[in-house]
């Protein structure tokens, strides 16, 4: 130990590569002109210790310069993982690097110690008794190293066996079939269910212990769990001892705390009622629909908690629910966030929680539906924030995923039924984020030639009324599309509006205006001969047209619960070129099976006539189903009247006396073969 009684003149570091000086000189608790001790001396040494950049230091006194050698630990230059799958190598290294152990660090052994052990314990967790995690540290050239972490995982223990002890009223085979993990099976290999996890264990013990809860036995509890692991380290033995105790019933329900809604009415909505075998899972929901009926009182941050008393002697539990309300809380705020494209103005106005009211959690989440029903929006979320500073008020933010709402674009394709496409369209739902409906297209394929233009503004006015135009013209050959030998030329307009009627439900109604020129191919059966013959080839009609809908869907595309009806009635003028009706009833519902899985039932149902002049419902107007979209099975369009055309060579005539044709001739062309010969039958 030099002698460092004397004073400093000056200071000299040794030792240094990549740390600078002014960082020793800013940790040095010393500085020229100091007198410096041996307590002084050890006093610094051990504040450059602390800052983690050297592994050996050395004070040392030359001609009252005081000499400070350091001996600095080595930088990681590279971080290289091998054998890890379960576990991401972006996450082995974030917690390296959240540890203070990353490439440019200084080197720390205890650091890699500790994060070694740490991750041996994270695969332990995952049921990987096996696992092997080796270190080592290669030296590189100027003080480096490179850390190289060897991984073995192992393979996942698998369960061989589950035993459950102390059951009696449940068999062992139904608590199981209560399991997430299960002992191996012969589809193991598929759903991986006997692959042994800590954390799912405890679910499991969570879930056997509801199910008692819920069927009554209120004195049920887990003894101790055993885990035995085979010296293999590839098998799992889990042993399970529970006491089940008795069933209980419910004698009493009260209410304490600040109820601020009527005794009688906060019972109805308790579920859990006198006399029946307790049930956590029922007690639970009580205590839910009481807190959200306070919720839309405006209590918002109001608690409902339900606590049994046991009576041992009587098996019997009196339930009490504590109603803590709390401050009744106003909105002071509605913000949205995530909406880049979508106006904050289309959003607004189907908010039905109002700015400055009372918060009522049933207006809050109605509004996030109408939010989801727009079909602008992948995913909706709700949250309300207490407003700092005050205790009944709270701010209402609504985060919103956008998605695509429309499309534009050429397109060339093929499909099947209409062959070859063509076309340019714009379908936008909500342009330029208005929330306005717009579309556009200019399409050709082997059936239809088809432009159309369309026009909807959903919030004409502020109350919600819609009003919508459009217009098109349309080149159809159904012979292509199998449905009968005629092919229609149409152009017209429409105007429609549409008035809610409640949070579900709209009434609709508008005109429309068609001109439509009918002909008939050469193989026209007679049914569409005669209706040429009666109604003529030319039609100017204006239509009316009322409709229904009811829509409970949870969203506006690929909804996954609710359901939505439409019922409409499409007739036209009387004295119009056609005089007939159509009266048509679409529904579909949705149901949730699981989280990934919905249900889907739809139907579709349609009914139209003539009256009038009109002889028949004109037969382009018939309702046809089959095809994509449609029933599946059948070609497209062939499932409804179809036409049969007549057999070569035959004349169809026809004689009308309040006609100034009385008579005329269809004239059927066809080819036959007749002793290699071709010939015209006329």
């Known amino acids: ?405 429309g499309s534009v674009g050429a397109s060339l394709g093929f499909a099947q039924g209409t062959g070859l496409i063509l076309g340019a369209n714009l379908q936008e739902n909500n342009f330029l984020g208005t929330g306005k409906q717009i579309g556009v297209g200019v399409n050709r394929s082997r059936y239809q030639t088809a432009i159309n233009f369309s026009y909807t503004e959903p919030y004409y006015t502020v109350d919600g009324v819609s009003v919508g135009y459009s217009l098109f013209g349309r080149k159809t050959d159904y012979d292509e599309i199998n449905v009968a030998s005629f092919s229609t030329n149409s152009y017209g307009a429409a105007v429609n509006w549409g008035y809610p009627v409640s949070e579900i439900e709209r009434i609709g109604f508008g005109f429309g205006y068609e001109n439509l020129s009918l002909k008939t191919g050469s193989y026209a059966s007679a049914e569409i001969a005669e209706f040429e013959a009666q109604n003529g080839t030319d039609f100017d009609t204006i239509n009316f047209n009322i409709n229904w809908i009811r829509s409970t869907l949870n969203r506006g595309m690929f909804a996954t619960r609710g359901s939505s009806q439409r019922l409409g009635l499409d007739i036209s003028i009387p004295g119009s070129g056609l005089e007939y009706y159509k009266l048509y009833y679409a529904a579909q519902y949705f149901k949730g099976l699981t989280r990934s899985l919905t249900l889907k039932l739809r139907t579709d149902l349609g009914y139209g006539d003539a009256y009038g002049d009109t002889s028949q419902l004109p037969f382009f107007k018939n309702f046809y189903g089959g095809g994509f979209g449609s029933v599946r099975g059948f070609k497209r369009n062939t499932l409804g009247p179809q036409d049969t055309p007549p057999p070569p060579g035959t004349v169809f005539y026809y004689d009308d006396p309040d006609s100034e044709l009385t008579t005329r001739y269809w004239l059927i062309e066809t080819a036959i073969q007749s002793l290699g010969e071709r010939s015209q039958l006329r």
């Open 1 to 405: 130990m030099a002698n460092y009684d004397f004073k400093i003149r000056d200071i000299r570091i040794e030792g240094l590569q990549r740390v600078s000086a002014g960082t020793v000189f800013a940790a040095l608790p010393l500085s020229v002109g100091d007198k410096i001790s041996e307590t002084d001396a050890r006093n610094a040494t051990r504040a450059l210790f602390r800052t983690g950049y050297f592994s050996n230091i050395i004070l040392a006194a030359d001609n009252d310069v005081l000499v400070v050698g350091v001996e600095e630990r080595p930088a990681v230059t590279a971080i290289n993982l091998e054998g890890n799958k379960a576990i991401e190598s972006e996450q082995l290294l974030s917690a390296l690097r959240d540890n203070g152990l990353a490439e440019g660090q200084i080197f720390r052994r205890v650091i890699l110690e500790g994060m070694s052990q740490e991750l041996q314990r994270q695969y332990v967790s995952q049921g990987r008794y096996g696992a092997i995690v080796k270190t080592e540290i290669e030296q590189l050239p100027r003080n480096r190293v490179a850390v190289n972490i060897d991984i073995d995982e192992g393979d996942v223990a698998k369960i061989r066996h589950i035993n459950i002890v102390g059951n009696e009223a449940f068999s062992e085979e139904e608590l199981l079939d209560q399991f997430e993990q299960q002992e191996t099976g012969w589809l193991s290999w598929f759903q991986s269910d006997d692959k042994y996890a800590r954390e799912k264990l405890s679910g499991d013990l969570q879930t056997i212990e509801s199910w008692y809860l819920d069927r009554g036995y209120l004195t049920f509890a887990i003894d101790s769990t055993q885990v035995s692991i085979s010296p293999e380290k590839d098998s799992v033995y889990i042993t399970i001892n529970i006491s089940e105790g008795e069933t209980y019933t419910v004698e009493t329900v009260d209410f304490a705390g600040e109820l601020k809604l009527d005794e009688e009415y906060l019972r109805s909505l308790v579920v859990l009622e006198e006399g029946m075998i307790f049930s956590q899972a029922l007690m639970t929901a009580s205590s839910e629909y009481i807190t959200k009926r306070l919720g839309n009182e405006g209590y918002t941050f109001a608690e409902v908690e339900g606590y049994p008393d046991i009576n041992e002697a009587e098996k019997t539990a009196n339930i009490t629910y504590l109603v803590k309300p709390g401050m009744r809380a106003y909105v002071r705020r509605i913000d949205f966030r995530g909406n880049t494209k979508t106006a904050n103005t289309v959003l607004r106005r189907e908010m039905r929680q109002m700015e400055g009211g009372s918060a009522n959690n049933a207006l809050i989440e109605l509004s996030k539906v109408r939010l989801e029903r727009l079909g602008y929006f992948k995913e909706v979320n709700v949250e309300n924030i207490p407003v700092a500073g005050t205790n009944d008020q709270i701010d209402v933010i609504y985060s919103v995923e956008e998605q695509p709402s």
